[in-house]
């Protein structure tokens, strides 16, 4: 069948951030098939230049509203191991705690919210309350749980308050730990409900090979630092991010775009589950096994799934953080410093996938140079390829207008992307 | 919608964000066992963030973000011209946000370090009521959910809306937190409004004044402690500066 089609989506809906695709078909062939970060960027790598090292972490929390604690920790890692300051370990626990309450937010955010709908053939979840209550009251259980444990970790859930250079500024209450606790175990039963959902789907068929890169420890599930790993077999210390990341520009894009092996790369949960398959917990493990979800997975619209995933091992792991927190005796949150000179990368696992933030300090301790990599970065090259390859294959196979678009819409969706923090 | 044997109208409401991070857009979905009523007031009518469906009939729009490009300017005119009601919504468009930092430098050069050799248009930042009248400011770095929350329900019974005008120290004092001046660390809670319920400064860590000047401060009393204390000029300048919320009071600085 020869046909023309033009598909121009000004502002895609339900991501975050603003990006447009554009799609092309003349005589039953695509000709182009496009996906344009058109955000306004905001130059924080410049505005962070001279700022007190201490205060930087209250800055680039600002990067991204869903992502806030990811960036303060990526900075306060950052400037830690620059300035040589080693956190106490009620610091590193709460903050570890820190990182599960935001990935479990964002991703159920991204789950019930922006996903959902699209499977579900509506406009938003705001139908879906009427017509999967169930579900919807059990996205909104797991999204208050992890807004929960962002704000008994960090004061507050979204730009954090009490994630400091050297530890905190305060610590978890007692009595908030132990309700948490108590709201982690009992929200386990709304997982259920989510996979329940979530197994019944049509997950599009269709896989792209890629390279995935993710943060690597060895012997937990990555969160904050590890080496920089990749399927394709890299292996990077943190500070080496820059061999990792190849950043470059293109024109049309005010996202830059990233490399390593191949043409593109993939981070983010499906990323991170490829890599680090064997540390999830056995729970997380059997609900990827229902899903049909192995390692390596090469299916784009996978990552959503991967996600739920992410989020069992979450609640689980949680469980035994707060555990660890409440049996410490030690009082001391905060180590002391004195702002001094050095250079270092701190890398951490964000929602979308790893993030990178290197600075560099002078002897009072001002930032001299900043540089933030940021997950969506990462996958802007593979969402591109990921958008032809799907567009193609559906145009050859004869799909309606509506369908390629619903398609090429979905398969953007699947990443999840953060725009305005990949316009920072 | 019916409440209390009363009849209301739901909010024809928007949502649209410029030059941000959309965190305060995020907390409209916030707040998750409030979530179903506070959504039972709005019919939302476009917020593209959450929802496909785009119309362009709203009477209220919540505006997040600074303005830093021609084309936001342009957008930006357009909701003016359909609201009836024009929040700026978030410090971002009240004040220009952390993203007036960017400001000190001169025009262009932000954008040549970050993309050389590629042309990426950055306009000075500018915040919302400096291009188009505003109605409404709700301020906060992000915004409390709890004020939107009471705003929305007034917005809907048609009642009056007033932001605290008192400084946050109050609510500091509220909670029975110790005075971070007395900790040694400059606080802008004495001049910042309130209606955030000291939340940074439970958290132990100063306030960075994000929801701007209370009303009627005394910013000379407020310099002259920090001079009295001893306490860091650069660090002052640098709280000052950091949500670009205390502009009006600049010149007033030593």
Request: charged share 25%.
């Amino acid at each position: 069948m020869k046909r023309d089609l033009e598909i121009d989506i000004h502002h895609l809906t339900r991501v975050e951030g603003h990006a447009d695709i554009t799609i092309r078909v003349k005589d039953g062939k695509l000709i182009e098939a496009r996906w344009s970060v058109v955000e306004t960027p905001r130059f924080f790598e410049v505005m962070v230049k001279g700022m007190s090292a201490e205060r930087v972490p209250f800055l680039t929390s600002r990067i991204c509203g869903i992502c806030s604690i990811s960036h303060a920790l990526a900075s306060i890692r950052a400037l830690e191991r620059a300035m040589e300051i080693e956190p106490p370990a009620a610091a590193i626990t709460t903050r570890l705690l820190a990182m599960h309450g935001e990935t479990l937010q964002s991703h159920a955010l991204h789950l019930f919210f922006l996903a959902a709908p699209d499977f579900a053939g509506t406009g938003s979840v705001l139908p879906l309350m009427q017509s999967h209550p169930g579900l919807v009251r059990a996205g909104l259980q797991l999204k208050e749980l992890g807004n929960k444990i962002s704000e008994v970790t960090t004061g507050r859930c979204t730009h954090p308050v009490s994630l400091v250079l050297g530890g905190l500024s305060k610590a978890p209450e007692r009595g908030h730990l132990e309700r948490l606790l108590a709201m982690i175990r009992e929200r386990k039963a709304a997982l259920d409900i989510a996979a329940d959902f979530f197994s019944t789907l049509h997950i599009p068929d269709f896989a792209r090979e890629t390279e995935f890169i993710s943060l690597s420890n060895g012997s937990s599930y990555p969160s904050i630092g590890g080496k920089l790993v990749s399927s394709d077999g890299v292996r990077r210390e943190e500070n080496d991010y820059l061999q990792m990341t190849n950043e470059y520009a293109l024109e049309g894009s005010t996202s830059k775009f990233t490399r390593l092996s191949r043409a593109s790369s993939a981070a983010g949960a499906l990323a991170r589950f490829n890599n680090n398959f064997a540390l999830l917990h056995p729970l997380a493990q059997n609900v990827a096994e229902r899903f049909g979800l192995k390692p390596v997975c090469h299916n784009p619209f996978m990552n959503t799934l991967a996600q739920l995933v992410e989020c069992v091992h979450i609640l689980q792991d949680a469980e035994e953080l707060v555990q660890a927190l409440l049996e410490m005796r030690s009082a001391d949150i905060r180590t002391p410093f004195k702002p001094k000179a050095g250079a270092a990368t701190g890398a951490v696992e964000a929602p979308r996938g790893i993030l990178y933030h290197h600075m560099e300090t002078d002897d009072n301790g001002k930032v001299v140079k900043a540089d933030c990599i940021i997950p969506t970065t990462q996958n802007n090259a593979n969402i591109h390829l990921d958008l032809q390859a799907i567009a193609g294959r559906a145009v050859a196979e004869g799909k309606t207008d509506s369908e390629i678009q619903m398609l090429c819409e979905m398969v953007v969706r699947s990443y999840d992307p953060c725009i305005s923090c990949s316009v920072h | 919608m019916k409440a209390r044997g009363f009849t209301f109208e739901k909010l024809k409401f928007a949502s649209f964000d410029f030059t941000c991070c959309e965190g305060c857009q995020l907390q409209l979905a916030n707040r998750e066992s409030a979530l179903p009523d506070f959504l039972g007031l709005l019919d939302i009518r476009n917020f593209r963030e959450i929802s496909s469906e785009r119309h362009d009939d709203y009477d209220i729009a919540f505006v997040e973000g600074s303005i830093s490009r021609q084309d936001e300017i342009a957008r930006l005119e357009a909701i003016r011209r359909q609201a009836k009601i024009l929040v700026a919504f978030g410090t971002c468009a009240c004040f220009g946000g952390v993203n007036s930092l960017k400001n000190r430098l001169a025009d262009g050069e932000a954008a040549a370090e970050v993309y050389p050799g590629m042309q990426v248009e950055s306009l000075p930042v500018r915040k919302i009521s400096d291009i188009v009248k505003v109605d409404l400011s709700i301020p906060g770095c992000p915004v409390t959910k709890e004020e939107v929350e009471r705003i929305a329900v007034s917005l809907v019974t048609g009642s009056l809306i007033a932001l605290p005008k008192y400084p946050v120290c109050m609510e500091c004092k509220a909670r029975l937190n110790t005075c971070l001046f007395d900790l040694g660390e400059i606080c802008l809670g004495p001049i910042t409004r309130a209606g955030c319920d000291a939340v940074c400064t439970t958290g132990k860590t100063a306030c960075l004044g994000c929801r701007g000047p209370a009303e009627d401060i005394n910013m000379p009393a407020f310099l002259e402690l920090v001079k009295e204390r001893g306490l860091s000029q650069s660090d002052l300048k640098e709280k000052l500066g950091f949500y670009n919320a205390f502009e009006a009071f600049a010149a007033n600085e030593t």
